[in-house]
Nanobody, 120 residues
Framework: QVQLVESGGGLVQAGGSLRLSCAAS????????MGWYRQAPGKLRELVAT???????NNADSVKGRFTISRDSAKNTVDLQMSSLKPEDTAVYYC??????????????WGQGTQVTVSS
């Protein structure tokens, strides 16, 4: 079993910054792609940003130039630095990881979510 624990959400004014962190632990052989997704009330969950274990990143158009994803492979963590936040960034943010576990199985895991609220 693998656990993803997020931290760093909260309330911020428009134009402000927040940093989200996610730590993975458990029966991990290899962390493959990690990423952040978000879900606003009444909307589907959407991709925010992903990063491969080689460091290649992919950002949603809506966050390009404002959000930066990074990871520390030694610590099994992935961070999302969010700047120039807008009210439309308000959502629950979920950490995701594709994990190859110690049995060799490739599985998807999700964190419990952390609320980000941007006030206008």
């Amino acid at each position: 079993q693998v656990q993803l624990v997020e931290s760093g959400g909260g309330l911020v004014q428009a134009g402000g910054s927040l940093r989200l962190s996610c730590a993975a632990s458990g029966s991990i052989f290899m962390l493959n792609t990690m990423g952040w997704y978000r879900q606003a009330p009444g909307k589907l969950r959407e991709l925010v940003a992903t990063i491969t274990n080689g460091g290649a990143t992919n950002n949603a158009d809506s966050v390009k130039g404002r959000f930066t994803i990074s990871r520390d492979s030694a610590k099994n963590t992935v961070d999302l630095q969010m700047s120039s936040l807008k009210p439309e960034d308000t959502a629950v943010y979920y950490c995701h990881a594709e994990v190859t576990d110690v049995r060799g199985w490739v599985l998807d895991y999700w964190g419990q979510g952390t609320q980000v609220t941007v006030s206008s």
